[in-house]
T-cell receptor, first 114, second 114 residues
Framework: AQSVSQHNHHVILSEAASLELGCNYSYGGTVNLFWYVQYPGQHLQLLLKYFSGDPLVKGIKGFEAEFIKSKFSFNLRKPSVQWSDTAEYFCAVITNNQGGKLIFGQGTELSVKP | DARVTQTPRHKVTEMGQEVTMRCQPILGHNTVFWYRQTMMQGLELLAYFRNRAPLDDSGMPKDRFSAEMPDATLATLKIQPSEPRDSAVYFC????????????FGQGTRLTVV
């Protein structure tokens, strides 16, 4: 069965530091990839998505992610984080062999110190 | 402003009671997901519907949980009898039945079983 792994459970950064959160998935076919963000006490919101085309995708709030097919990875990046980026970040995948089932990684909690 | 609506937002109940959580997907969406979020397990997929038919409920404890879609505008998740270990936030998400699309999440139901 497909799975999604997020390497970091909790990341603590100071404001203006650069961010990279790792995500790997375990399926070799066609995938759609997502990063969702969950601010404290709120629901999940889409940050960015990759369906096809340019493997470098840009999302909201200055986030971007790069799809590297050979590494089965979809890492999330931001050059300079802000205190307001404190949240939990989830990587997710839909594959073409699972009937559209959306599977999430365990999540990475990001704490940004002012 | 289309959104997924979940009710109730909060529920406190005693062990052994029946709990029903409701979800109204975005109009026109034909896929519905139920997730449970806990600190220990992260986001677990409980059930997944397409065109009101259950496609996958392998993540759901069958002895006490049940999920249904009585019509296209309502999805329900029931727990009977509830147990303290069911305490979690339950999220519903809806989307379209195609690969290149994302899921939209509701605000969640925070369930506490005492």
């Amino acid at each position: 069965a497909q799975s999604v792994s997020q390497h970091n459970h909790h990341v603590i950064l100071s404001e203006a530091a650069s961010l990279e959160l790792g995500c790997n998935y375990s399926y070799g076919g066609t995938v759609n990839l997502f990063w969702y963000v969950q601010y404290p006490g709120q629901h999940l919101q889409l940050l960015l998505k990759y369906f096809s085309g340019d493997p470098l995708v840009k999302g909201i709030k200055g986030f971007e992610a790069e799809f590297i097919k050979s590494k089965f990875s979809f890492n999330l990046r931001k050059p300079s984080v802000q205190w307001s980026d404190t949240a939990e970040y989830f990587c997710a995948v839909i594959t073409n062999n699972q009937g559209g089932k959306l599977i999430f990684g365990q999540g990475t909690e990001l704490s940004v110190k002012p | 402003d289309a959104r997924v609506t979940q009710t109730p937002r909060h529920k406190v109940t005693e062990m052994g009671q029946e709990v029903t959580m409701r979800c109204q997907p975005i109009l026109g969406h034909n896929t519905v997901f139920w997730y449970r979020q806990t600190m220990m397990q992260g986001l677990e997929l409980l059930a997944y519907f397409r065109n009101r038919a259950p496609l996958d409920d392998s993540g759901m404890p069958k002895d006490r949980f049940s999920a249904e879609m009585p019509d296209a505008t309502l999805a329900t998740l029931k727990i009977q009898p509830s147990e303290p270990r069911d305490s979690a936030v339950y999220f519903c998400a809806s989307g379209l039945d195609r690969l290149n699309t994302e899921a939209f999440f509701g605000q969640g139901t925070r369930l506490t079983v005492v």
